[in-house]
């Protein structure tokens, strides 16, 4: 019954015992439930987009079955039944966005079962102290409702430290570890927009040693809350238009994900890469930013770094990024603009790229250097997923009789969010060499495939030969060979190279 037009479903009590899902979501013109009483199997009830919805049915705490109760976007609900505190098998509430309702039931710490507490969006400026009973929540969102960052005491966050120890709360800051420890169970935070600022960036979640998932963005504060390199199994840490914050550093190497989209005053950002692993970096945005520590650290595991509108960012240290690409760093860079450097020795218009080539006597083709420009529509919205999986896929053939010889896959990724960006790649050859005994001559076929052409396609793409070259001493040395028209090799120091385009369609991609 979804997207129906009914306005009330049936009057009294309606037998249904064996209906376990009642999906009303986006019936925009109900605005009372039914009484529930007839519906003891129900276990999932779906409100979500009811816009007209002012009353849930006190009826509803006869529900002992239920496990999910979705009410996200039902903008004119104001309050919930007291029954809801019935309900022993909850474990999912969303109430998200529903922007008119003030408070959830005092019930609310008597649903023991309940793991999953959604509020973001909501007037709730406080939760009820029995809320503290919550043992088994893994997951919260809280806040999202209009803050004034000029009042911290009025914000959010002193309202959520006195949630739960309203009688001894003498300031947010003393009392904030204990409501912690409170949902010591927690594996995903969401905090974002409810205005934390430097007064309250003591937070302490150092008791939080489940945690897995923190979102603080659109926060007030210079600082990240220092406890945040307390918490050891942290995989995602999302703090995007934190306009004030001014670095980033002393993050728990578990992190897998960091976005500081839009951070636009922060200068310097420390990679947690201890264990050479980090797939995600995005640092979208901030045009203030000069530095990413621990790149260097970037070993074997692939990773994405977002750098689209880093304005700030040298020429050298642009420079150091690709050269480590080059020696065999499993970074993936995206960069705004549209231009192929100079010294790329193959590239041409379109997704896909043919060419022949050898491998000069005392080498081994280590790798292909994979440069990609993509264009986007400008019909990316905020709910676009601004990186989004393609595939590159490049196979080696024998010239002379055309016989395949290896083919290797790598999935590339696309900013949708804006226009015009271009992509850069290691792709390794592990097995190629084996392959290729006894030929004289290769032809290199490149394909790119977008999952989505009409919203965005390749304009143009190019690959470099990086050579791995013998030394007499049996020492191994990274070298990047480009086989013109002419067959002539370039020149073999990556950092001539470098130094010979300048950087200058790189400065463009700022």
Known sequence: MQESKVRKLWKGTKILNKLKILNLSHSEYLAKTPNFRGLSSLERLILTGCTSLVKVHQSIGNL?????????????????????????????????WCSQLEKLPESLGDIESLTELFTKGTAIKQLPPSARYLKKLTKLSFGGYNYSPDLPSKSWFSRFSSW?????????????????????????????????????????????????????????????????????????????????????????????FLSIYDCTSIERVTAPLQHERLPLLNVKGCRNLIEIQGMECA????????????????????????????????YDICLAGGELPEWFGHRGEGSSLSFHFSVPDGNKLQGLLLWVVSASTDEATRETPFLQF??????????????????????????RTIKKHSWIQ??????????????????????????????????????????EKNKADSDQEIDIHALGSDDQLLESSLIRDLQKWKITSCTKFG
């Open 390 to 415: 393609d595939m590159c896929v490049a196979t080696f053939k024998n010239k002379s009789n055309g016989i395949e010889l290896f083919e290797t896959m790598a999935a590339v990724t696309f900013d």
């Open 299 to 330: 070993g074997n595991n692939w990773s994405i770094l977002n750098l689209n509108g880093c304005n700030n960012l040298s020429e050298n240290y642009k420079m150091s990024l690709i050269q480590g690409l080059c020696k065999g760093k499993h």
């Open 426 to 467: 290691h792709i390794p050859l592990i097995g190629l060499e084996e392959s290729l005994q006894g030929v004289e001559e290769l032809e290199l076929n490149v394909r790119i495939s977008l999952y989505d052409v009409r919203k965005c396609w390749v304009e143009k793409c190019g690959v470099h030969l990086i050579m």
């Open 164 to 256: 739960l120890s309203p009688q001894s709360c003498s300031s947010s800051i003393d009392v904030l570890p204990a409501s912690f420890n409170s949902f010591s169970s927690l594996k995903e935070l969401n905090l974002s927009y409810s205005g934390l600022s430097e007064a309250t960036s003591s937070i302490d979640l150092g008791s939080l040693s489940f945690l897995e998932n923190l979102n603080l963005s659109g926060q007030e504060f210079f600082n990240l809350p220092s406890s945040i390199s307390h918490l050891s199994k942290l995989q995602f840490l999302t703090v995007e238009r934190c306009r004030n914050l001014l670095s980033i550093s002393e993050l728990p190497s578990s992190v897998l």
């Open 64 to 96: 002992k079955s239920l496990v999910l109760l979705n009410l996200e976007e039902c903008d004119s609900l104001k309050t919930l039944p007291e029954s809801m505190g019935n309900l022993k098998s909850l474990q999912t509430l969303n109430v998200a």
